[in-house]
């Protein structure tokens, strides 16, 4: 039998105040839970404090338990009694400080030997938080272990989730011994003199030994971790875990000009399905914008695309809400999440088993350009999956036509010649800034002699070439406008150059003034700011410039086209997947044996969103080859609409009429 924590979720956990205790009726919760869609619940059971009746020395006790009952075993069976799964949290990153003033040896120093204090200008009546060292005993034999076996020894819970199991720098002596024992050195003075890989070791060694015993007392439970945790490659993450979970928060409450990518939910989940045969990742939101403003609601519409963008993208949503539905006093929340997991409910016979079906692979060097080319391919609905270089290098990219290498990604060996491979056997490499390695000029279709530029200002792109498909949409303009660096190179004798550079016609500081001396002095050059090369049986476009920055910085029009255009040209035209560009919409694929789901979530707006706009008359077009088989029909999951199908010579087009925050078509093959 299939593992429940393997089978479809939606999570609701209500983040639980101490002061709220009494007001936890577990049936009625239970209730609550089942009505808004919940088949799983994480709840509070321990770390900081025990929500029954522990008996761990130095485990503190929930103050504001009742006498008369056990309230984490009644939220268990009830809970159970619907179906309702249970996951049981605990944070062993911090304790109350009278634990600190008996077992000084087991928190955070420091490089002048004071340790951690949070809370100290918290008003009210609250004792002093500190934070506990990732090698103290708190965090492993002395309380974290016994709790753990205590609680998998008296209640029937279903998993275990550890929150905020973050590495803090460290100076105590048991930090400096475990240094020395690794590295042969003493420990810095200074954090920033770690050893790169010392909060890694350190976090895993103590997650693998509670995982282990998690293992030998209760095998049948799976563990829950974050994936942003260690900062190596997902294998570790997975190793000392049966599930992976991230939190892409739209923290509102930063402001306006610091407000988070429209993107971050949907590239979270993405990096979190990169590691193969693996439990689809959960999506943590936060129903509120920002943790200081914890107690109230995202705006609604902001919200709904949030959420949406979990499932779409291949997670699985975990709802994180401030207290208990009777406690939250912003019943906007509770609407919205109930509304969403409808939607989830709905499109997860279809998500079932389905897997990311694209034809571009984003590598990921976790840098801005990365996020650049992420945000674009959003942006203008190109489909993509997100590889890490140690998945090129086995060999990963075979299943995809084009692979696109982020600026400043470092080609090692084992990368290079993956890469080498990739393109020798027909695939489409598309490379930004030329990679400062030698021995790459034939692949690159350049000369090996190559010169970097000044930080360009008042420059542009020019199209060279006459109707080439990379003009498309931008036929009446021969100029794009550029700015940075470019390594000038020049191209080999078979190497095409379909766009230039035209250089500055001014300083920054005289451009406007005066308008009669604006005239451009050089109108051309030869200088390649695209180049395409034929290699072996496959392709290579380098752009000897950084388009991620201009995206990522000016977000014009021309520049997502521009991305659009350079995908569209390397799969000659045939995109398996092909939307009309319609502003704000994001496009997932995923293929099963029964057919293709297309998922469209639609954040139009200026945001924080006020309201979600809807898109009228949005036209999908699939490629007959990708298909493989002639479509029986096309179905729209959320509305149950059919939808009608036309064969347009090598493509099968359909039209949604209407596109609301989030609408998944189901191609039955």
Not at 33 to 51: P, Q, R, S
Not at 337 to 346: I, P, Q, R, T
Not at 437 to 458: N, Q
């Amino acid at each position: 039998m299939k593992d429940w924590w393997k089978q479809p979720m939606r999570i609701i956990q209500p983040n639980l105040q101490v002061l709220d205790t009494d007001k936890i009726d577990p049936d009625k919760l239970a209730e609550q839970l089942e009505k808004m869609g919940a088949n799983t619940v994480v709840f509070n059971v321990g770390g900081i404090y025990a929500w029954y009746p522990t008996q761990v020395p130095y485990h503190k006790q929930n103050e504001y338990l009742p006498r008369d009952r056990d309230l984490l075993g009644d939220v268990i069976d009830a809970s159970h009694k619907r179906n309702i799964r249970f996951i049981a949290r605990f944070d062993f990153s911090k304790a109350e400080d009278i634990v600190y003033q008996q077992k000084p040896q087991w928190f955070v120093r420091d490089a002048d030997g004071e340790p951690q204090v949070l809370g100290a200008r918290r008003p009210g009546p609250w004792s002093l938080l500190m934070s506990t060292c990732t090698n103290g005993d708190y965090r492993r034999d002395e309380v974290a272990v016994p709790v753990l076996k205590e609680v998998i020894a008296r209640y029937p819970i279903d998993g275990i989730f550890f929150n905020n199991p973050n590495f803090l720098p460290c100076f105590c002596d048991r930090c400096k011994r475990k240094y020395d024992s690794f590295y042969g050195e003493a420990l810095p003075a200074a954090a920033s003199e770690f050893r790169a890989d010392w909060a890694t070791r350190c976090l895993k060694d103590n997650i693998e030994y509670l995982h282990e015993v998690i293992q030998q007392e209760a095998p049948h439970i799976p563990l829950i971790l974050y994936y942003n945790l260690y900062k190596d490659n997902l294998d570790d993450r997975a190793a000392t875990a049966e599930m992976l979970c991230t939190e892409p928060q739209d923290v509102l409450s930063l402001g306006h000009q610091h407000i988070p990518e429209f993107w971050k939910p949907a590239l979270s989940i993405k990096l979190g399905r990169t590691l193969p045969d693996y439990p689809s990742p959960f999506g943590i939101v936060h129903s509120c914008p920002g943790m200081d403003w914890r107690h109230t609601g995202l705006p609604p519409a902001e919200y709904r695309f949030w959420l949406c963008q979990v499932t779409a993208n291949g997670g699985q949503i975990w709802h994180s809400l401030t207290g208990v539905p009777d406690t939250i006093t912003d019943k906007r929340i509770l609407d919205v999440v109930s509304e969403h997991n409808a939607m989830v409910k709905k499109v997860e016979p279809y998500v079932e088993g389905a897997e990311p079906s694209n034809q571009t692979a984003l590598i990921w060097n976790a840098a801005s350009s990365a996020e650049g080319w992420a945000e674009a391919f959003l942006e203008q609905q190109v489909p993509f999956d997100v590889v890490l270089p140690e998945q090129v290098e086995a060999g990963r990219l075979k299943a995809y036509q084009v692979a696109v290498v982020p600026e400043s990604l470092v080609w090692s060996d084992m990368f290079t010649e993956a890469v080498e491979q990739f393109v020798k056997q027909g695939g489409r490499l598309l490379v930004e800034g030329v990679p400062e390695r030698e021995g790459l000029s034939e692949l690159l279709g350049i000369k090996p002699e190559t010169y970097t530029s000044e930080s360009l200002i008042a420059s542009y792109m020019r199209f060279s070439l006459t109707n080439h498909p990379l003009q498309r949409n931008l036929e009446q303009t021969e100029l794009i406008p550029h700015r940075g660096k470019v390594t000038y190179c020049q191209p080999l004798p078979d190497t095409e150059v379909p766009i230039t550079l035209v250089p500055p016609f001014s300083p920054l500081e005289s451009v406007g003034a005066p308008p009669e001396r604006a005239s451009m002095a050089v109108r051309e050059t030869d200088i390649p700011l695209v180049l395409h090369n034929r290699y072996a049986q496959g392709q290579v476009v380098l752009l000897p410039f950084a388009l991620s920055q201009l995206v990522q910085e000016f977000k014009l029009s021309d520049h997502y086209q521009l991305v659009r255009n350079l995908i569209h040209y390397m799969t000659d035209g045939n995109l398996a997947v092909e939307v009309a560009h319609a502003a704000g919409v994001q496009v997932t694929v995923f293929r099963k044996e029964q057919g293709v789901l297309i998922h469209l979530v639609n954040g139009a707006g200026r945001r924080p969103l006020t309201s979600n706009i809807t898109h009228n008359d949005v036209t999908v077009s699939v490629s007959s080859q990708w298909l493989k088989s002639t479509p029986r029909q096309a179905t729209a999951v959320m509305t149950g609409e059919a939808l009608e199908l036309t064969e347009q010579g090598d493509r099968w087009q359909l039209t949604l009429p209407k596109l609301g925050v989030w609408e998944a078509i189901w191609i039955e093959q």
